[in-house]
């Protein structure tokens, strides 16, 4: 019976069997070592020496006895009389997984992607961002939350704009959802409470190492509020959930990558957008109209050495930098807002407007179509609560929590301006 890696411990002295990859070889001559991988980890097994090993990343399965080991990865290793083959690698890896580090090139490891994966370090992001997936859709559902699941092909934009990717719908043009957006208010009208775990596109001609063209959004949408902040207090607890679900359920990866947890006070502070623009000004950083990347990382900082905590809400922004859908406020300001993490924007929130009438002011204020948006404006012509809600981008949450340098990285095959395989 096949044992896996992480159980070796609980069966020293035992004869057991062990399947995975070949990881990494080395021939002593009178002794071999062989660093088989399963999808717990590593264990080196020690062969006489004389055979021939396949090459790495063959498929074998060891049987010997488990021996402790100081030198060992993980502590102990197997005494075994030899390896066998189970589905042979046909040529050399492209990659040597062993020595696959965050400093390679990022498009080799990226066009190789179906092998480098395999490295205990590449693939330990994926494994603690579906633990914070799970954290996120456990938690929502103790809390009364109903998952949806909406179109991806579209006949508008949710927010506007140009960055929408256009597809041939049997002749007519259709487009690839930017958001969820409109159909998560359009269920608060059925549910109340509502979320999704989905890919959004967006049309963006970005090469940096913070944008996807593809990326996962974890959206959430609520009913019956008195304002943003009850948004913004159920964001606070989410995050909790989320990250401490994966510290239980990933801690091996999250040690392997050395990641440093975040400070996260019960409740983030709050900074209004215009103090958020002073306080950036008076750091010498400079920045146009809108918080850009420099920017924000200076706020991440500032509030990371003054009030000990990686997450700040900016509020209070502006009606000409927010969707249509946010509710103004007095002064021209609206009851949006953006959640920072270790300087990055992760997510964008705020409470809707939820009166038909104002829907259409708002299109007509930002000269928008407001016949491509008739159907959405009309299910509010039917009673729909106060309502809010927001969107975590995944992979740029995963990014910042593991100290990844690329967000690449915290996808498993992802999509940039350049690449659409493999």
């Known amino acids: 019976m096949r044992v896996l890696v992480r159980d070796l411990p609980e069966r020293e002295g035992e004869e057991v069997e062990v399947w995975g990859w070949l990881h990494w070889r080395r021939d002593l001559g009178g002794v071999q070592f062989a660093l088989v991988r399963d999808r717990t980890g590593v264990v080196q097994v020690v062969l006489p020496g004389g055979g021939r090993l396949p090459l790495q990343e063959s498929v074998v399965r060891a049987r010997g006895r488990v021996v402790r080991s100081e030198k060992a ?28 580090e965050w400093r390679a090139n990022p498009e080799t490891l990226l066009t190789y992607r179906y092998v480098t994966l395999r490295g205990e370090k590449a693939r330990a992001p994926l494994k603690i961002q579906a633990a914070l997936v799970r954290g996120f859709r456990r938690y929502l559902d103790e809390q009364g939350f109903t998952e949806i699941f909406t179109p991806k092909i579209v006949k508008a934009g949710a927010e506007g704009g140009s960055n929408l990717f256009e597809v041939d719908y049997f002749g007519e043009p259709a487009f690839l959802a930017q958001s969820p957006q409109l159909y998560k208010q359009i269920m608060v009208g059925v549910y109340e409470r509502v979320y999704e775990v989905a890919p959004v596109w967006r049309a963006e001609e970005h090469a ?82 809108d918080l850009n990347d420099a920017a924000e990382r200076a706020l ?59 829907i259409v002011q708002q299109l007509k204020k930002k000269k928008m179509d407001v016949e491509a948006f008739r159907d959405y404006i009309e299910v509010f012509r039917y009673g729909m609560p106060p309502h809010g809600g927001f969107a975590i981008g995944a992979e740029r949450f995963t990014q910042k929590l593991l100290g990844l340098p690329n967000v690449r990285y915290a996808r498993a095959f992802p999509r940039d301006r350049h690449r659409v395989t493999p």
Do not use: C
């Open 300 to 358: 991440g900082e500032y509030f990371a050495e003054k009030y000990g905590t990686d997450f700040v809400f900016v509020v209070d922004y502006p009606e000409e930098v927010r969707p249509f859908y946010t509710m103004p406020k007095e002064g021209g300001l609206t009851r949006g807002y953006d959640l920072l993490f270790r300087g990055l924007e992760i997510t964008s929130g705020g409470q809707r407007i939820h009166q038909p009438e104002r």
């Open 73 to 100: 990865p993980g502590g102990y290793e197997l005494h075994s009389p030899g390896l066998t083959l189970v589905a042979p690698a046909e040529k050399p890896s492209p990659v040597e997984i062993p020595k696959e």
């Open 208 to 289: 940096t190492s913070r944008h996807l063209n593809e990326y996962l959004s974890l959206d959430v949408e609520m009913g019956f509020i008195e304002s943003e902040e009850d948004v913004m207090a159920l964001e606070e607890e989410l995050i909790q959930a989320m990250l401490e679900e994966a510290r239980t359920h990933a801690s091996r990866e999250i040690e392997l990558l050395g990641a440093e947890w975040p400070k996260t006070p019960r409740t983030f502070p709050r900074v209004p957008y215009a103090e958020a623009k002073r306080i950036v000004k008076e750091l010498g950083v400079g920045m146009g109209a």
